[in-house]
């Protein structure tokens, strides 16, 4: 354990205090090893509600004035995606470490750059994949590297609900992005191909829904459903293995995640002709909610970037992680368009 009396803090600055931005604030005010050093927005208001909470922090409009700043160790950027490059590389190059909301940028070439530059610095460059600090995530994780599950024979994912309506990116961009760093966090593998089929009735241009199904090397079918036009909020992973079938419910907090008994028995599948026998074939055993350590994924996030900060060790969520995510969100934009079947790139 290291002592909070002697350990230097990790300064922090906020980039963006709009809609996600003030989480951060408060998650690294919480911790004792960072400190909230300055916040900075375009909008007025946006600060306005920030001063009304935190006493004693800076706040700028001037991003850039940050980046000459001598005493600053980090920054976190929340700003709008089109913006993300410019801000980052700016930071990495004045020698920040960075963290990035996701999507991790607009495009991969843009985030390779980044990586270049922070590798050749030697900065911590991360990428807010959240859901890979979630602890129900993480156990199924765990369950899928230790075959507790059997083989794995697909996967489906749910993301939809009411708004927030987005006028700067589309569904696939804004909600899918959690659920692709999902699968490939799960699975430690890149997808082979995706199709991806979407339509706007909101906005021209602008998908309100998508769906997206992506093949594996391991032979996984993964599908996601990602909507803002749903009446109800959804936020719902399904695994079905030989075994065993698990859910990761986001919405139900108290039992986010659950795990079936479930599994066939191919012999007698193939030895009875009975419609009937398939009560044989198909075993129901129990239903159990596994012991999940209650945390906030946010924080746990935030945590883990001081610790590579202060220990220079790589993020769980790297700048490779965000480069394949990036990557898979290219690949099906593009079967969005050709509404073709393609290889992810």
Not at 103 to 120: D, H, Q, V, W
Request: aromatic share 8%.
């Amino acid at each position: 354990m290291y002592n909070n009396r002697i350990m230097k803090k990790t300064t922090i600055g906020i980039i963006g205090c709009g809609y996600w931005g003030p989480n951060y604030v408060r998650i690294f005010n919480e911790l004792p090893e960072a400190q909230v050093r300055c916040c900075c927005d375009l909008e007025e208001r946006n600060l306005h509600k920030i001063r009304e909470l935190y006493q004693g922090l800076e706040l700028i409009k001037d991003y850039k004035a940050l980046a000459r700043d001598p005493g600053l160790d980090a920054v976190v950027i929340t700003t709008p995606l089109k913006t993300h490059f410019e801000i980052a590389k700016l930071f990495l190059e004045c020698g920040k470490h960075v963290l990035v909301e996701k999507p991790f940028t607009s495009n991969s070439r843009e985030a390779e750059k980044l990586a270049a530059i922070a590798g050749k610095k030697g900065l911590t460059l991360m990428v807010g994949h959240v859901y890979e600090y979630n602890a129900a995530v993480q156990k199924l994780k765990e369950m899928v590297d230790k075959k507790e599950l059997g083989s794995l024979y697909c996967c489906s994912a749910e993301r939809v609900g009411l708004g927030p309506i987005r006028k700067q990116a589309n569904a696939l961009w804004d909600l899918a992005t959690h659920d692709i760093s999902i699968a490939l966090y799960l699975l430690g593998q890149y997808p082979l191909k995706v199709t991806a089929v979407g339509e706007h009735y909101l906005q021209n241009g602008i998908n309100d829904l998508v769906f997206i199904s992506l093949t594996f090397p391991s032979r996984v079918i993964y599908n996601i459903y990602v909507s803002w036009i749903a009446p109800e909020k959804v936020r719902k992973t399904t695994l079905v293995g030989s075994r065993a079938m698990a859910v990761f419910n986001d919405v139900e907090k108290a039992e986010s995640l659950k795990v079936y008994e479930r599994k066939f028995d191919r012999n007698l599948l193939d030895s009875t002709p009975e419609y009937s026998d398939h009560q044989l074939i198909v075993s129901i055993g129990d239903t159990y909610i596994p012991k999940i350590a209650q945390n906030e994924p946010l924080k746990e996030q935030a945590r883990h970037f001081l610790q590579c900060v202060r220990e220079h060790t790589r993020p769980l969520s790297d700048a490779g992680d965000g480069i394949r995510v990036i990557k898979v969100l290219e690949s099906a934009e593009r079967s969005l368009k050709s509404k073709r079947t393609l290889r992810c790139q």
